[in-house]
Protein backbone atom coordinates (compact mmCIF):
# COMPACT_ATOMS: atom_id res chain seq x y z
CA UNK A 1 0.00 0.00 0.00
CA UNK A 2 1.45 3.25 -1.14
CA UNK A 3 0.50 6.46 0.75
CA UNK A 4 0.80 9.70 -1.15
CA UNK A 5 1.33 13.16 0.71
CA UNK A 6 -2.26 14.80 0.91
CA UNK A 7 -1.48 17.53 -1.61
CA UNK A 8 -1.37 14.92 -4.46
CA UNK A 9 -4.32 13.28 -3.33
CA UNK A 10 -6.65 16.49 -3.76
CA UNK A 11 -5.00 17.10 -6.53
CA UNK A 12 -6.30 13.49 -8.05
CA UNK A 13 -9.36 13.62 -6.55
CA UNK A 14 -10.32 17.09 -8.65
CA UNK A 15 -9.08 15.44 -12.19
CA UNK A 16 -11.71 12.37 -11.72
CA UNK A 17 -14.20 15.23 -10.92
CA UNK A 18 -13.72 16.63 -14.05
CA UNK A 19 -13.16 13.89 -16.57
CA UNK A 20 -16.77 12.98 -16.07
CA UNK A 21 -16.26 8.99 -17.71
CA UNK A 22 -13.24 8.94 -16.84
CA UNK A 23 -11.99 5.75 -15.58
CA UNK A 24 -9.02 7.98 -13.18
CA UNK A 25 -10.68 6.91 -9.54
CA UNK A 26 -10.28 9.74 -7.13
CA UNK A 27 -8.74 7.84 -4.24
CA UNK A 28 -5.54 8.40 -2.75
CA UNK A 29 -4.63 4.85 -2.48
CA UNK A 30 -4.39 1.45 -4.79
CA UNK A 31 -7.79 0.31 -4.95
CA UNK A 32 -10.02 -1.92 -6.92
CA UNK A 33 -13.85 -1.48 -6.31
CA UNK A 34 -16.21 -3.27 -8.14
CA UNK A 35 -20.56 -2.84 -8.21
CA UNK A 36 -23.46 -4.68 -9.11
CA UNK A 37 -26.67 -3.34 -10.43
CA UNK A 38 -30.19 -5.06 -10.72
CA UNK A 39 -32.46 -2.51 -12.05
CA UNK A 40 -36.33 -3.72 -12.82
CA UNK A 41 -39.28 -2.12 -13.87
CA UNK A 42 -43.02 -3.26 -13.26
CA UNK A 43 -43.84 -5.59 -15.89
CA UNK A 44 -41.63 -4.11 -18.63
CA UNK A 45 -37.55 -4.42 -18.75
CA UNK A 46 -34.91 -5.65 -16.38
CA UNK A 47 -31.35 -5.11 -16.66
CA UNK A 48 -28.00 -6.24 -14.51
CA UNK A 49 -24.95 -4.23 -14.76
CA UNK A 50 -21.55 -5.44 -13.31
CA UNK A 51 -18.63 -2.81 -13.06
CA UNK A 52 -14.73 -3.48 -11.94
CA UNK A 53 -12.73 -0.79 -11.50
CA UNK A 54 -8.95 -0.36 -10.29
CA UNK A 55 -6.87 2.50 -10.13
CA UNK A 56 -3.06 2.14 -9.47
CA UNK A 57 0.01 4.54 -9.00
CA UNK A 58 2.48 3.73 -11.40
CA UNK A 59 6.13 5.34 -11.44
CA UNK A 60 6.76 8.43 -12.50
CA UNK A 61 3.96 9.84 -10.55
CA UNK A 62 1.36 8.19 -13.14
CA UNK A 63 -2.10 7.19 -12.20
CA UNK A 64 -3.91 4.04 -14.25
CA UNK A 65 -7.23 3.70 -14.11
CA UNK A 66 -9.26 0.45 -15.37
CA UNK A 67 -12.79 0.03 -15.79
CA UNK A 68 -14.98 -2.76 -17.10
CA UNK A 69 -18.65 -2.65 -17.61
CA UNK A 70 -20.85 -5.83 -18.79
CA UNK A 71 -24.57 -5.08 -18.91
CA UNK A 72 -27.56 -7.44 -19.66
CA UNK A 73 -31.30 -6.45 -20.80
CA UNK A 74 -34.50 -7.83 -21.07
CA UNK A 75 -37.97 -7.31 -21.44
CA UNK A 76 -40.84 -5.36 -23.13
CA UNK A 77 -40.25 -1.45 -23.88
CA UNK A 78 -42.88 0.78 -24.52
CA UNK A 79 -42.79 1.01 -28.94
CA UNK A 80 -44.28 4.46 -28.96
CA UNK A 81 -47.84 3.81 -30.39
CA UNK A 82 -51.13 4.31 -28.45
CA UNK A 83 -53.34 2.49 -26.82
CA UNK A 84 -56.26 0.83 -28.93
CA UNK A 85 -59.73 -0.50 -28.46
CA UNK A 86 -58.81 -3.34 -30.48
CA UNK A 87 -56.00 -5.84 -30.66
CA UNK A 88 -52.76 -4.07 -32.62
CA UNK A 89 -50.24 -6.00 -33.79
CA UNK A 90 -46.86 -4.67 -34.71
CA UNK A 91 -44.06 -6.10 -36.98
CA UNK A 92 -41.28 -7.04 -34.67
CA UNK A 93 -38.23 -4.89 -35.37
CA UNK A 94 -36.19 -7.63 -37.46
CA UNK A 95 -38.89 -7.37 -39.80
CA UNK A 96 -40.15 -10.91 -39.56
CA UNK A 97 -42.53 -12.16 -36.89
CA UNK A 98 -44.93 -9.82 -35.16
CA UNK A 99 -46.31 -9.38 -31.40
CA UNK A 100 -49.86 -8.12 -30.51
CA UNK A 101 -51.11 -5.43 -27.95
CA UNK A 102 -54.28 -6.32 -26.08
CA UNK A 103 -57.30 -3.64 -26.11
CA UNK A 104 -56.59 -0.90 -23.93
CA UNK A 105 -53.04 -1.66 -23.03
CA UNK A 106 -49.62 0.20 -23.67
CA UNK A 107 -48.08 -1.62 -26.55
CA UNK A 108 -44.85 -2.91 -25.51
CA UNK A 109 -42.67 -4.27 -27.84
CA UNK A 110 -41.09 -7.76 -26.08
CA UNK A 111 -38.04 -8.90 -28.57
CA UNK A 112 -35.64 -6.50 -26.57
CA UNK A 113 -32.83 -8.34 -25.73
CA UNK A 114 -29.40 -6.66 -25.35
CA UNK A 115 -25.82 -7.22 -23.93
CA UNK A 116 -23.16 -4.54 -23.72
CA UNK A 117 -19.49 -4.69 -23.07
CA UNK A 118 -18.00 -1.29 -21.86
CA UNK A 119 -13.87 -0.63 -21.61
CA UNK A 120 -11.99 2.63 -20.38
CA UNK A 121 -8.92 3.32 -19.68
CA UNK A 122 -7.20 6.72 -18.53
CA UNK A 123 -3.78 7.75 -17.60
CA UNK A 124 -3.44 10.92 -15.26
CA UNK A 125 0.06 12.81 -14.22
CA UNK A 126 0.82 16.09 -12.47
CA UNK A 127 2.36 18.35 -14.44
CA UNK A 128 4.45 20.13 -12.12
CA UNK A 129 3.39 21.34 -8.42
CA UNK A 130 -0.37 22.75 -9.60
CA UNK A 131 -1.35 21.09 -12.85
CA UNK A 132 -2.73 17.44 -13.41
CA UNK A 133 -3.32 16.31 -16.93
CA UNK A 134 -5.21 13.55 -17.77
CA UNK A 135 -6.55 11.10 -20.79
CA UNK A 136 -8.52 8.36 -21.53
CA UNK A 137 -10.30 6.23 -24.15
CA UNK A 138 -13.04 3.94 -24.09
CA UNK A 139 -15.18 1.47 -26.21
CA UNK A 140 -18.63 -0.15 -26.26
CA UNK A 141 -20.51 -2.77 -27.62
CA UNK A 142 -23.81 -3.87 -28.32
CA UNK A 143 -25.19 -6.74 -31.12
CA UNK A 144 -27.02 -3.10 -32.62
CA UNK A 145 -24.69 -0.04 -31.93
CA UNK A 146 -21.20 0.14 -31.25
CA UNK A 147 -18.80 3.05 -29.67
CA UNK A 148 -14.97 4.13 -29.17
CA UNK A 149 -13.82 8.03 -28.12
CA UNK A 150 -11.05 9.30 -26.14
CA UNK A 151 -11.11 12.33 -23.80
CA UNK A 152 -8.29 14.70 -21.83
CA UNK A 153 -8.56 16.98 -19.07
CA UNK A 154 -6.47 19.67 -17.27
CA UNK A 155 -6.85 20.90 -14.19
CA UNK A 156 -5.27 23.86 -12.20
CA UNK A 157 -5.19 24.94 -8.31
CA UNK A 158 -4.97 28.33 -7.58
CA UNK A 159 -5.16 30.38 -4.29
CA UNK A 160 -3.43 27.74 -1.60
CA UNK A 161 -4.94 25.13 -3.19
CA UNK A 162 -8.31 25.89 -2.38
CA UNK A 163 -9.55 26.55 -5.79
CA UNK A 164 -9.25 24.26 -8.52
CA UNK A 165 -10.46 25.02 -12.19
CA UNK A 166 -10.72 22.57 -14.80
CA UNK A 167 -11.54 21.89 -18.69
CA UNK A 168 -11.51 18.60 -20.08
CA UNK A 169 -13.06 17.36 -23.84
CA UNK A 170 -13.59 14.02 -24.97
CA UNK A 171 -15.16 12.71 -28.48
CA UNK A 172 -16.99 9.87 -29.11
CA UNK A 173 -17.65 7.81 -32.77
CA UNK A 174 -20.95 5.69 -32.29
CA UNK A 175 -22.08 3.30 -34.94
CA UNK A 176 -25.52 2.53 -34.92
CA UNK A 177 -26.79 -0.99 -36.84
CA UNK A 178 -30.62 -1.51 -36.16
CA UNK A 179 -32.04 -5.04 -36.12
CA UNK A 180 -33.65 -5.59 -39.63
CA UNK A 181 -31.69 -2.28 -41.41
CA UNK A 182 -32.08 1.74 -40.74
CA UNK A 183 -36.35 1.72 -41.01
CA UNK A 184 -36.79 4.61 -43.53
CA UNK A 185 -38.36 7.73 -41.09
CA UNK A 186 -41.58 8.47 -41.45
CA UNK A 187 -42.49 5.71 -43.67
CA UNK A 188 -45.39 2.97 -42.99
CA UNK A 189 -44.37 0.30 -40.76
CA UNK A 190 -45.54 -2.98 -43.32
CA UNK A 191 -46.40 -6.10 -42.00
CA UNK A 192 -44.15 -9.04 -41.73
CA UNK A 193 -42.69 -10.24 -44.40
CA UNK A 194 -40.58 -13.49 -43.28
CA UNK A 195 -37.52 -12.33 -44.98
CA UNK A 196 -36.49 -10.00 -42.48
CA UNK A 197 -35.07 -7.03 -44.88
CA UNK A 198 -37.99 -4.97 -45.65
CA UNK A 199 -36.23 -2.19 -43.38
CA UNK A 200 -33.46 -2.15 -45.86
CA UNK A 201 -32.80 0.64 -47.96
CA UNK A 202 -31.91 4.38 -48.62
CA UNK A 203 -32.80 6.44 -45.56
CA UNK A 204 -33.78 10.31 -46.41
CA UNK A 205 -30.74 11.26 -45.03
CA UNK A 206 -28.80 9.79 -47.62
CA UNK A 207 -26.25 7.36 -45.83
CA UNK A 208 -27.84 4.03 -47.20
CA UNK A 209 -26.85 0.60 -46.23
CA UNK A 210 -27.73 -0.94 -42.65
CA UNK A 211 -25.43 1.29 -40.05
CA UNK A 212 -25.58 4.89 -39.48
CA UNK A 213 -22.93 6.97 -37.72
CA UNK A 214 -23.35 9.39 -34.88
CA UNK A 215 -20.61 11.82 -33.39
CA UNK A 216 -20.68 13.27 -30.05
CA UNK A 217 -18.14 15.99 -28.91
CA UNK A 218 -18.26 17.14 -24.78
CA UNK A 219 -16.88 20.11 -22.89
CA UNK A 220 -16.36 20.65 -19.15
CA UNK A 221 -15.75 23.43 -17.35
CA UNK A 222 -15.43 23.02 -13.77
CA UNK A 223 -14.24 25.26 -10.95
CA UNK A 224 -14.11 23.55 -7.30
CA UNK A 225 -13.81 25.90 -4.14
CA UNK A 226 -12.95 25.10 -0.54
CA UNK A 227 -15.34 27.34 1.21
CA UNK A 228 -14.63 26.79 4.98
CA UNK A 229 -12.73 23.52 6.92
CA UNK A 230 -16.05 21.85 6.67
CA UNK A 231 -17.61 22.74 3.03
CA UNK A 232 -16.43 22.30 -0.53
CA UNK A 233 -18.93 23.34 -3.52
CA UNK A 234 -18.53 22.20 -7.21
CA UNK A 235 -19.75 24.32 -10.39
CA UNK A 236 -19.42 22.96 -13.84
CA UNK A 237 -20.53 23.59 -17.16
CA UNK A 238 -20.73 20.92 -19.62
CA UNK A 239 -21.71 21.49 -23.34
CA UNK A 240 -22.30 17.98 -26.03
CA UNK A 241 -22.66 18.38 -29.77
CA UNK A 242 -24.22 15.05 -31.00
CA UNK A 243 -24.49 14.74 -35.28
CA UNK A 244 -25.41 12.32 -37.64
CA UNK A 245 -28.02 9.09 -36.82
CA UNK A 246 -29.89 10.69 -33.52
CA UNK A 247 -33.15 8.62 -33.98
CA UNK A 248 -34.26 5.87 -32.28
CA UNK A 249 -34.86 3.15 -35.14
CA UNK A 250 -37.07 1.01 -32.86
CA UNK A 251 -39.35 3.80 -32.03
CA UNK A 252 -42.74 4.03 -34.10
CA UNK A 253 -45.87 6.35 -33.99
CA UNK A 254 -49.66 5.64 -34.61
CA UNK A 255 -51.38 7.10 -37.18
CA UNK A 256 -55.06 7.55 -35.90
CA UNK A 257 -58.17 8.58 -37.65
CA UNK A 258 -59.12 11.83 -37.90
CA UNK A 259 -62.16 13.10 -35.45
CA UNK A 260 -64.19 13.25 -38.44
CA UNK A 261 -64.17 9.23 -39.04
CA UNK A 262 -66.69 6.89 -37.32
CA UNK A 263 -63.97 5.82 -34.90
CA UNK A 264 -61.76 8.87 -34.15
CA UNK A 265 -58.86 8.18 -32.02
CA UNK A 266 -58.47 4.39 -33.72
CA UNK A 267 -54.65 3.37 -35.53
CA UNK A 268 -54.70 3.46 -39.46
CA UNK A 269 -50.73 2.60 -39.17
CA UNK A 270 -47.56 2.87 -37.82
CA UNK A 271 -44.81 5.34 -38.93
CA UNK A 272 -41.03 4.98 -37.96
CA UNK A 273 -40.10 8.32 -36.04
CA UNK A 274 -37.41 11.00 -37.16
CA UNK A 275 -35.42 13.16 -35.52
CA UNK A 276 -33.25 16.15 -36.44
CA UNK A 277 -29.43 15.06 -37.27
CA UNK A 278 -27.98 17.73 -34.94
CA UNK A 279 -28.27 17.84 -31.34
CA UNK A 280 -26.38 21.02 -28.97
CA UNK A 281 -26.57 20.01 -25.12
CA UNK A 282 -25.51 22.12 -22.31
CA UNK A 283 -25.98 22.05 -18.33
CA UNK A 284 -24.64 24.08 -15.46
CA UNK A 285 -24.65 21.61 -12.10
CA UNK A 286 -23.77 22.85 -8.54
CA UNK A 287 -23.01 20.91 -5.75
CA UNK A 288 -22.32 21.57 -2.49
CA UNK A 289 -20.98 19.25 0.64
CA UNK A 290 -20.97 19.82 4.21
CA UNK A 291 -19.52 18.20 7.29
CA UNK A 292 -21.91 18.37 10.47
CA UNK A 293 -20.51 16.89 13.25
CA UNK A 294 -19.43 13.69 11.96
CA UNK A 295 -22.08 13.37 9.00
CA UNK A 296 -22.09 15.03 5.71
CA UNK A 297 -24.59 16.10 3.58
CA UNK A 298 -24.51 16.64 -0.08
CA UNK A 299 -26.82 18.94 -2.23
CA UNK A 300 -26.74 18.91 -6.05
CA UNK A 301 -28.98 20.75 -8.85
CA UNK A 302 -28.53 20.49 -12.79
CA UNK A 303 -30.23 22.62 -15.11
CA UNK A 304 -30.67 21.38 -18.53
CA UNK A 305 -31.21 22.46 -21.56
CA UNK A 306 -30.51 22.01 -25.64
CA UNK A 307 -31.68 23.02 -29.26
CA UNK A 308 -34.61 20.06 -29.43
CA UNK A 309 -36.75 22.09 -26.41
CA UNK A 310 -35.48 20.07 -23.57
CA UNK A 311 -35.20 21.69 -20.21
CA UNK A 312 -34.85 19.94 -16.98
CA UNK A 313 -34.41 20.14 -13.60
CA UNK A 314 -32.50 17.82 -11.18
CA UNK A 315 -31.80 18.07 -7.55
CA UNK A 316 -30.16 15.77 -5.45
CA UNK A 317 -30.51 15.63 -1.48
CA UNK A 318 -27.77 12.65 -0.24
CA UNK A 319 -27.82 13.07 3.57
CA UNK A 320 -24.21 10.07 5.24
CA UNK A 321 -25.17 9.54 8.97
CA UNK A 322 -22.37 7.92 10.26
CA UNK A 323 -22.24 5.58 13.04
CA UNK A 324 -19.09 5.52 15.53
CA UNK A 325 -18.68 1.68 14.87
CA UNK A 326 -17.87 2.89 11.07
CA UNK A 327 -21.40 1.93 9.58
CA UNK A 328 -23.17 4.10 7.74
CA UNK A 329 -26.71 4.71 6.06
CA UNK A 330 -27.91 7.28 3.55
CA UNK A 331 -30.99 8.54 2.36
CA UNK A 332 -30.84 9.95 -0.83
CA UNK A 333 -33.97 11.77 -2.55
CA UNK A 334 -33.86 12.75 -6.44
CA UNK A 335 -36.20 15.35 -8.02
CA UNK A 336 -36.07 15.89 -11.66
CA UNK A 337 -38.97 17.57 -14.00
CA UNK A 338 -38.44 17.62 -17.64
CA UNK A 339 -40.16 20.21 -20.51
CA UNK A 340 -41.18 18.04 -23.99
CA UNK A 341 -38.93 18.28 -27.12
CA UNK A 342 -40.42 21.00 -29.57
CA UNK A 343 -41.08 17.42 -32.15
CA UNK A 344 -42.66 15.34 -29.20
CA UNK A 345 -45.94 14.49 -30.07
CA UNK A 346 -48.36 11.37 -28.55
CA UNK A 347 -49.30 10.28 -32.27
CA UNK A 348 -50.51 12.02 -36.07
CA UNK A 349 -53.37 11.99 -37.59
CA UNK A 350 -54.66 10.33 -40.57
CA UNK A 351 -54.72 12.77 -43.55
CA UNK A 352 -52.73 15.60 -41.69
CA UNK A 353 -49.16 16.47 -43.56
CA UNK A 354 -46.20 14.66 -41.59
CA UNK A 355 -43.91 16.81 -39.73
CA UNK A 356 -40.31 17.25 -40.33
CA UNK A 357 -39.76 15.34 -37.13
CA UNK A 358 -41.70 13.61 -34.84
CA UNK A 359 -40.97 10.87 -32.22
CA UNK A 360 -43.71 9.72 -29.41
CA UNK A 361 -40.68 8.26 -27.37
CA UNK A 362 -42.31 9.30 -23.83
CA UNK A 363 -38.42 9.89 -23.20
CA UNK A 364 -38.57 12.80 -24.96
CA UNK A 365 -41.81 13.96 -23.15
CA UNK A 366 -43.10 16.04 -20.31
CA UNK A 367 -42.86 14.47 -17.25
CA UNK A 368 -41.65 14.53 -13.71
CA UNK A 369 -39.51 11.56 -11.86
CA UNK A 370 -38.70 11.00 -8.34
CA UNK A 371 -36.00 8.69 -6.98
CA UNK A 372 -36.05 7.72 -3.29
CA UNK A 373 -33.24 5.64 -1.45
CA UNK A 374 -30.92 4.32 0.85
CA UNK A 375 -27.55 3.03 1.17
CA UNK A 376 -26.05 0.84 3.64
CA UNK A 377 -22.27 0.95 4.24
CA UNK A 378 -20.10 -1.41 6.50
CA UNK A 379 -16.55 -2.08 7.18
CA UNK A 380 -15.17 -5.42 6.36
CA UNK A 381 -11.89 -4.19 7.82
CA UNK A 382 -9.26 -1.11 7.70
CA UNK A 383 -8.93 -1.98 3.95
CA UNK A 384 -12.18 -2.53 2.79
CA UNK A 385 -15.91 -1.65 2.82
CA UNK A 386 -19.28 -3.06 1.27
CA UNK A 387 -22.44 -0.49 0.10
CA UNK A 388 -25.75 -2.30 -0.07
CA UNK A 389 -28.18 0.10 -1.78
CA UNK A 390 -32.26 -0.18 -2.84
CA UNK A 391 -33.65 2.79 -4.59
CA UNK A 392 -37.59 3.36 -6.38
CA UNK A 393 -37.92 5.89 -9.20
CA UNK A 394 -41.27 5.93 -11.02
CA UNK A 395 -41.70 8.81 -14.00
CA UNK A 396 -44.93 10.85 -13.77
CA UNK A 397 -46.09 12.22 -17.32
CA UNK A 398 -49.61 13.72 -18.93
CA UNK A 399 -51.51 10.47 -18.80
CA UNK A 400 -54.36 12.50 -20.89
CA UNK A 401 -53.15 15.13 -22.64
CA UNK A 402 -55.18 17.71 -24.03
CA UNK A 403 -54.73 16.86 -27.81
CA UNK A 404 -56.20 13.71 -27.32
CA UNK A 405 -59.32 13.13 -28.79
CA UNK A 406 -62.31 9.97 -29.54
CA UNK A 407 -60.81 6.93 -28.01
CA UNK A 408 -57.52 7.95 -27.14
CA UNK A 409 -59.28 9.93 -23.73
CA UNK A 410 -60.03 6.79 -22.11
CA UNK A 411 -56.37 5.50 -22.37
CA UNK A 412 -53.56 6.53 -20.28
CA UNK A 413 -50.82 7.78 -23.20
CA UNK A 414 -48.24 8.21 -20.72
CA UNK A 415 -48.31 5.15 -18.52
CA UNK A 416 -46.48 5.48 -14.90
CA UNK A 417 -43.43 4.17 -14.99
CA UNK A 418 -41.95 2.27 -11.69
CA UNK A 419 -38.47 0.56 -11.32
CA UNK A 420 -36.28 -0.91 -8.19
CA UNK A 421 -32.95 -0.94 -8.37
CA UNK A 422 -30.66 -2.57 -5.73
CA UNK A 423 -26.88 -2.09 -6.23
CA UNK A 424 -23.88 -3.97 -4.61
CA UNK A 425 -21.10 -2.32 -4.18
CA UNK A 426 -17.51 -3.47 -2.58
CA UNK A 427 -13.91 -1.34 -2.23
CA UNK A 428 -10.65 -2.50 -1.23
CA UNK A 429 -7.56 -0.61 -0.83
CA UNK A 430 -4.09 -2.24 -1.54
CA UNK B 1 -37.25 32.09 -29.50
CA UNK B 2 -38.09 33.02 -25.94
CA UNK B 3 -36.60 29.29 -24.41
CA UNK B 4 -33.40 30.32 -27.13
CA UNK B 5 -33.36 33.62 -25.78
CA UNK B 6 -33.10 32.68 -22.10
CA UNK B 7 -30.78 30.08 -22.52
CA UNK B 8 -28.20 32.95 -24.30
CA UNK B 9 -28.92 34.88 -21.34
CA UNK B 10 -28.19 32.41 -18.93
CA UNK B 11 -25.04 31.00 -20.99
CA UNK B 12 -24.22 34.77 -20.33
CA UNK B 13 -24.86 35.37 -16.83
CA UNK B 14 -23.29 31.88 -15.70
CA UNK B 15 -19.76 33.12 -17.18
CA UNK B 16 -20.37 36.29 -14.99
CA UNK B 17 -20.94 34.23 -12.05
CA UNK B 18 -18.03 32.13 -13.11
CA UNK B 19 -15.56 34.42 -13.32
CA UNK B 20 -16.83 36.20 -10.74
CA UNK B 21 -16.18 33.18 -8.28
CA UNK B 22 -12.79 32.91 -9.76
CA UNK B 23 -11.78 36.18 -8.71
CA UNK B 24 -13.55 36.00 -5.34
CA UNK B 25 -12.33 32.71 -4.12
CA UNK B 26 -9.08 34.14 -3.48
CA UNK B 27 -10.72 35.10 -0.17
CA UNK B 28 -12.50 31.98 0.45
CA UNK B 29 -11.08 28.44 1.32
CA UNK B 30 -8.64 27.17 4.49
CA UNK B 31 -4.68 27.14 5.58
CA UNK B 32 -3.14 23.96 4.88
CA UNK B 33 -3.10 23.00 8.40
CA UNK B 34 -6.75 22.97 8.30
CA UNK B 35 -7.99 20.24 6.11
CA UNK B 36 -8.48 17.66 8.93
CA UNK B 37 -12.37 17.43 7.83
CA UNK B 38 -11.61 17.93 4.28
CA UNK B 39 -9.36 15.07 4.22
CA UNK B 40 -12.18 12.69 5.20
CA UNK B 41 -13.21 10.03 2.66
CA UNK B 42 -16.96 11.04 3.10
CA UNK B 43 -15.50 14.56 2.45
CA UNK B 44 -14.61 13.28 -1.28
CA UNK B 45 -16.98 13.96 -3.88
CA UNK B 46 -15.67 11.60 -6.02
CA UNK B 47 -15.68 8.79 -3.37
CA UNK B 48 -18.58 6.80 -4.82
CA UNK B 49 -17.52 7.09 -8.71
CA UNK B 50 -18.89 3.83 -9.54
CA UNK B 51 -22.33 3.84 -8.41
CA UNK B 52 -22.66 7.27 -9.36
CA UNK B 53 -21.80 6.67 -13.43
CA UNK B 54 -24.15 3.29 -12.67
CA UNK B 55 -26.87 5.79 -11.30
CA UNK B 56 -26.35 8.12 -14.54
CA UNK B 57 -26.38 5.46 -17.15
CA UNK B 58 -29.98 4.88 -15.68
CA UNK B 59 -30.89 7.82 -16.32
CA UNK B 60 -29.60 8.93 -19.16
CA UNK B 61 -31.39 5.57 -20.65
CA UNK B 62 -34.86 6.96 -19.26
CA UNK B 63 -34.61 10.59 -19.57
CA UNK B 64 -34.30 13.13 -21.94
CA UNK B 65 -30.82 14.85 -20.05
CA UNK B 66 -26.96 14.19 -19.10
CA UNK B 67 -24.31 16.11 -18.38
CA UNK B 68 -23.75 18.41 -15.79
CA UNK B 69 -21.53 16.23 -13.26
CA UNK B 70 -19.35 15.13 -15.90
CA UNK B 71 -19.72 14.45 -19.99
CA UNK B 72 -23.13 14.05 -21.08
CA UNK B 73 -22.29 12.24 -25.08
CA UNK B 74 -22.71 9.17 -26.43
CA UNK B 75 -21.18 5.41 -25.59
CA UNK B 76 -24.28 3.43 -25.22
CA UNK B 77 -27.44 2.76 -27.84
CA UNK B 78 -30.23 3.57 -24.98
CA UNK B 79 -31.25 7.04 -25.41
Not at chain 1, 413 to 419: E, I, M, N, Q, Y
Request: hydrophobic share 35%; net charge neutral; charged share 25%.
Amino acid sequence: MKKRESIKFAVTALTAALIGSSAVHAADQDQVESSLLIYSEKDRVSAAEGIVGISKHLRGEFLLGLRLTYDGLTGPSPNGATPSSKIQTFTRPSGSGSYDTQPGRTPLDDTFKDTRFAADASLGRPIGRMTQVSTGFHLSTEHDYSSFGFNAGLTRDLFQRNTTIGLSGAYSRDAVKPEGGVPVSLSTMLPPSGDGDEHEGEDDDGEGGDSRNKDVIDAVVSINQVVDRSTIVRLNYSYSHSSGYLTDPYKILSVVQDASSPTPGAPDSYIYEKRPTGRNKQAVYGEVRRYLGGHTIDLAYRYFWDDWGVRSHTADIFFAWQFKNGHAIQPHVRWYSQSAADFHRYFTIKGEPLPENATADSRLAKFDALTLGMEYSLPFNSVSRLRLTGEYYTQMGDTSPPEAFGELRQYDLFPKLKAFMFRVGFVRDF
Amino acid sequence: MYLKRSAKWLSFLLLLIAAASVSGCASMGVKVWERDILAKPQMQMDAQAIDRSMDDHIYFSKEASSGGRGFGGGGCGCN
